[in-house]
């Protein structure tokens, strides 16, 4: 079956501009993570989504990060007056619910703010 | 934010030879896992413990959770060139509650392995 999946696989931008990164989840995973892993560290959690809500929102780093899950499947992360300290990969994670339950991750969008 | 100590940061062994990685944490987790990153492709699951003091083993790897639910090791037997990667550690809540379920991962060991 199909994998958590993100598109693009590479965006180039620059500074000031607005990006989206978007995840397809596993069909039937009802919680979904958004992370961001920096070169050289592991991911970091930035927004976690019960169905359409996000039930934790306490990693994003600034008012300039939101995320939306409007269906309860597919996800979109958006960031606003793109900066370079903002170029990461940006991981996407889904699980069969909440409840301890294993989180498979997708393969990454590659953000890179010129 | 917070990351855990993870070490060693990076590891040149030679086919065969056994590895031993670790990590630690100044808060209590109460499940503790292990994953491998590939070039280009987002972590995948080793190994999960539940349980302070569990020991668990997946084919070559053990791990370990660590009674003080601080600390958690990860060893590979007999290493292959297919074990090239970077492994983190990862700590979770796991209670109930929606914030209790997000991973805080270790910085990473890069495993080389020579033929």
């Known amino acids: 079956g199909a994998g958590v999946s993100q598109t693009p696989s590479n965006k180039v931008t620059e500074k000031g501009k607005y990006v989206e990164l978007r995840c397809d989840p596993i069909s039937g995973h009802t919680a979904l993570y958004w992370y961001r892993q920096s070169l050289g560290q592991g991911p970091e959690f930035l927004i976690y989504f019960q169905g359409t809500g996000a039930a934790d929102d306490s990693g994003l780093p600034n008012d300039r990060f939101f995320a939306v899950r409007p269906e309860g499947s597919v996800s979109t992360l958006k960031i606003q007056r793109t900066e370079r300290g903002d170029s990461a990969v940006y991981l996407c994670?889904?699980?069969?619910?909440?409840?301890?339950?294993?989180?498979?991750f997708g393969p990454g969008t590659r953000l890179t703010v010129l | 934010g917070q990351q855990l100590n993870q070490s060693p940061q990076s590891m040149f062994i030679q086919e065969g030879e056994d590895v031993s990685m670790n990590c630690t944490s100044s808060s209590i987790f109460n499940t503790w896992l292990w994953y491998k990153q590939d070039p280009g492709e987002g972590p995948v699951l080793l190994i999960a413990?539940?349980?302070?003091?569990e020991l668990t083993s997946n084919g070559r790897l053990t791990a370990q959770f660590g009674i003080t639910r601080k600390d958690s090791f990860l060893n590979i037997s007999a290493s292959i060139p297919s074990d090239v990667g970077i492994y983190f550690c990862a700590g979770q809540l796991g209670q109930s509650g929606g914030s209790n379920y997000k991973l805080t991962f270790g910085k990473g060991t890069l495993l080389t392995v020579n033929p």
């Open positions: 994670a889904s699980s069969l619910n909440g409840v301890g339950s294993e989180q498979f």
């Open positions: 413990l539940y349980k302070a003091g």
